[in-house]
């Protein structure tokens, strides 16, 4: 699925965002950048050490900011670390929205004109899939409707279940 806002293209696809050759791609990080499992464990098992080594050197991230590395042998040229908060902390909602907007802010900041999301916090953080698409592609939205210089945006979803759900929730939030 495709669909514009101002200026910036936005993709919804089902794919492994390992794979993607966007400028950078976003890890759905913990605080202390630790990139064990799910999609950050992806990133490293297949980018390399250097992706951890970095992410190391920087220590702690906030939840609902977002840092960045380079990519070791991935497609990508950066990983930006974006740390979700985890289901039943408090203030989900808010704390995702930052995660998304830090995540696109450094971008712009990098000169970054295309970036790849995944589906942040709803692995084995446990927040539900279907408010996650509504906060960050409404995040997206308001943002691009701002000042940007980024031309894409992709949602890589790794399941057709996640990736229905995203398409939906897109026709509804992108056409506002």
């Known amino acids: 699925m495709k669909m514009q806002v101002n200026n910036t293209n936005i993709v919804i696809k089902q794919s492994d965002i390992t794979e993607e050759d966007t400028e950078a791609i976003v890890n759905a990080a913990n605080s202390h950048l630790q990139h064990g499992g799910g999609v950050a464990g992806a990133i490293v098992r297949k980018g390399g050490k250097v992706i951890q080594d970095e992410s190391n050197h920087i220590g702690f991230v906030a939840t609902g900011n977002a840092a960045i590395t380079g990519a070791g042998n991935l497609k990508t040229k950066y990983v930006i670390h974006a740390v979700g908060p985890r289901m039943g902390e408090g203030e989900e909602p808010e704390k995702l929205r930052l995660a998304t907007w830090n995540s696109l802010r450094l971008a712009d900041e990098g000169q970054i004109r295309s970036i790849a999301f995944p589906a942040i916090s709803t692995g084995i953080f446990g927040y539900p899939i279907e408010r996650c698409a509504e906060i960050m592609l409404e995040a997206v939205r308001k943002y691009c409707k701002g000042e940007t210089k980024i031309q894409e945006i992709r949602f890589c979803l790794f399941d057709e279940a996640a990736f ?12 506002k």
């Open 164 to 175: 229905r759900i995203f398409c939906d929730t897109a026709e509804t939030v992108l056409k």
